[in-house]
């Protein structure tokens, strides 16, 4: 069984960064595809931003230039680096992993930005 735990959600001021990590307890993560998705209340769960397991990444329009997905294979591991963050910005983010055709979700961790 693959879990994946984020952390480093909570509350920020707009135009504050915040940090987020998964952890993935097993140790496929290196041939994973990794994704941080997001859901604010009423909408629909959206992808924020992907990195391949050859390091290659992309990211939705909302959050290009501010937002840096990143891994560390060593530690099973993968980041969401938040910066100028806005009000907008306000979900729950959930990672997600693939690989061979299944994919795991983690439980999600709330982020709250103020204005």
């Known amino acids: 069984q693959v879990q994946l735990v984020e952390s480093g959600g909570g509350l920020v001021q707009a135009g504050g960064s915040l940090r987020l990590s998964c952890s993935v307890s097993?140790?496929?993560?290196?041939?994973?595809?990794m994704a941080w998705y997001r859901q604010a209340p009423g909408k629909q769960r959206e992808l924020v931003a992907l990195?391949?397991?050859?390091?290659?990444?992309n990211y939705g329009d909302s959050v290009k230039g501010r937002f840096t997905i990143s891994r560390d294979n060593s530690k099973n591991t993968m980041y969401l680096q938040m910066d100028s963050l806005k009000p907008e910005d306000t979900a729950v983010y959930y990672c997600?992993?693939?690989?061979?055709?299944?994919?795991?979700w983690g439980q999600g961790t709330q982020v709250t930005v103020s204005s």
């Open positions: 097993r140790s496929i993560f290196s041939d994973s595809t």
């Open positions: 990195i391949t397991s050859g390091g290659s990444t």
């Open positions: 997600k992993c693939m690989i061979m055709l299944k994919l795991y």
